[in-house]
């Protein structure tokens, strides 16, 4: 039998009723097999520890030459010596749990404590991004360059970037506590800057938004778009709220903790309008349905108000304004208005004051005018002792 080589292999004539299979005359264990279809795979085959005989594909001619076939088989046999089995770690690799499985048991395990809203966004990250990209690669042999490529790509969307590489890093973090990985390969890779979005009606604007509801008097969704702004809620809360979380008598929404971001119940004070308005709505509803803003079935909540939002802020002229900007509205007249930051926290629901301090340059304003009134005290005392 002759070494195996590309002139030998190439001149092989295939048989159409068997498979031929040659060995090489220096490298033992190292072979080759001829398919009838043509097929040229080379291979290892060898005893392990327990002296069971072991076949190993290490590759098809044409997708691999001889001379790196021969390298890799010499690989393999020289761990082979040494204790290895190559075999049995190619089949525990090809069982090895994937991308896609890790996501699949991070919705089933962790994620379920979480609000259905960041469920939501959860899968559309992982359906969207991380699984396309990544999804059928091992857990156990993903690369931080291969999640780096990944976060590089969307540096386009920084906030969509850094959302992601932080589901990562959580799905891998679980990864490593169920020993599929003995590290986190997310861990060190540096965020992209995200800019804040500061955008806010100033009091012309909210002036126009105001009077523009007033052209739907009796429409629901102008009531949830009120209840927003007076209360500084989130769409999800105002949404999803039922009348059993409000007492009108003493001006309190308990707002329960599967509602909110923060996980915690929260207790918000009602204003007079605000009051007056959800006296208003509980009119139009007829006490009818459990929830404030029913949809037709009247037994869940309306899910969007998107369509009728985008009709008011046209009819006001007001451009790059979203609905979620009326909580930073409602916020930035608060301090505005000389209210400390700490009190504004408490009503946003803020359980970090950092989270707050965002509105932090607006407090200067009562504080110039503070200053700017002294100023002129000072200045007319002045003037009058010439």
Do not use: C
Not at 11 to 35: H, N, R
Not at 167 to 186: F, I, T, Y
Not at 223 to 239: A, M, N, P
């Amino acid at each position: 039998m002759p070494k195996i080589t590309k002139r030998f292999v190439e001149a092989i004539t295939p048989q159409s009723t068997k498979i031929l299979q040659y060995w090489d005359t220096e490298l033992k264990g190292f072979g080759l097999l001829v398919l009838p279809s043509g097929r040229r795979t080379y291979f290892v085959q060898y005893r392990n520890l327990s002296r069971v005989r072991k076949h190993l594909k290490i590759g098809v001619h044409g997708q691999i030459n001889t001379e790196e076939a021969r390298v890799l088989a010499k690989k393999h046999l020289g761990g082979i010596a040494h204790g290895d089995d190559p075999a049995m770690k190619k089949k525990e690799n090809r069982d090895l749990p994937l991308i896609k499985d890790l996501a699949q048991d991070y919705l089933d395990r962790h994620a379920i404590r979480k609000r259905q809203r960041s469920i939501e966004e959860d899968k559309k990250l992982l359906n969207k991004i991380i699984l396309p990209s990544i999804g059928n690669q091992q857990v156990k042999n993903i690369s931080r360059r291969t999640i780096e490529s990944l976060h590089l790509q969307l540096k386009g969307t920084p906030y969509q970037a850094n959302r992601a590489l932080a589901l990562l890093s959580k799905m891998l973090s679980l990864a490593v506590a169920w020993e599929w990985r003995s590290d986190n390969p997310v861990k060190g890779i540096e965020r992209y800057q995200e800019k804040k979005r500061d955008r806010w009606l100033d009091k012309e604007e909210l002036g126009k938004f105001l009077n523009t509801l007033e052209f739907y008097p009796n429409h629901p969704h102008a009531f949830v778009l009120k209840i927003l702004l007076l209360t500084g809620s989130r769409k999800s809360e105002v949404l999803k709220a039922t009348w059993d979380q409000f007492d009108l008598n003493k001006g309190v929404w308990t707002k329960p903790s599967h509602l909110t971001k923060q996980n915690k119940k929260e207790f918000l004070p009602l204003s007079d309008q605000t009051l007056a308005l959800l006296d208003g709505l509980k009119k139009l509803n007829n006490n009818k349905s459990f929830y404030l803003f029913p949809d037709q079935t009247g037994k869940k909540p309306i899910r969007d108000i998107k369509s009728f939002w985008e009709k008011v802020t046209k009819r006001a002229e007001l451009k790059d304004i979203r609905i979620h900007d009326l909580r930073h509205t409602h916020a930035s007249h608060l301090v505005s208005s000389g209210l400390s930051l700490s009190i504004v926290g408490k009503l946003l629901g803020h359980t970090q004051a950092s989270t707050t301090q965002r509105y932090a340059h607006l407090a200067d304003e009562p504080l110039r005018q503070a200053a700017a009134m002294f100023g002129s005290q000072v200045e007319q005392l002045t003037t009058k002792n010439i």
